[in-house]
Nanobody, 117 residues
Framework: HVQLVESGGGSVQTGGSLRLSCTASGYTNSTYCMAWFRQAPGKVREGVATINSANYITYADSVKDRFTISRDNAKKTLYLNMNSLSPEDTAMYYC????????????WGQGTQVTVS
């Protein structure tokens, strides 16, 4: 049973920084893709950043050059460093895992709130 637990959200002023973490457990497959998504009130969920098992990374245009996704495979932890935050970044942030890199994120965390004012 795959479990993802996010942490690191909070409230920050415009221009500030936060680091989100997502710790995974419950799987042994060494090939997995992971991603960060976010959803603001009244808006559809959007992908923020992805990283595959070869550390190939993609970013949404809205966060490029401000956010950095990374992973520590030994710790089974995914990170999202967020800099130059703006109120438009306010959302619930979710990490997701695609074990086996099948193309579908089947496993999701409970989310961590990021509020920028």
């Amino acid at each position: 049973h795959v479990q993802l637990v996010e942490s690191g959200g909070g409230s920050v002023q415009t221009g500030g920084s936060l680091r989100l973490s997502c710790t995974a457990s419950g799987y042994t497959n060494s090939t997995y893709c992971m991603a960060w998504f976010r959803q603001a009130p009244g808006k559809v969920r959007e992908g923020v950043a992805t990283i595959n098992s070869a550390n190939y990374i993609t970013y949404a245009d809205s966060v490029k050059d401000r956010f950095t996704i990374s992973r520590d495979n030994a710790k089974k932890t995914l990170y999202l460093n967020m800099n130059s935050l703006s109120p438009e970044d306010t959302a619930m942030y979710y990490c997701a895992a695609d074990v086996g890199c099948t193309g579908t994120y089947w496993h999701w965390g409970q989310g961590t709130q990021v509020t920028v004012s």
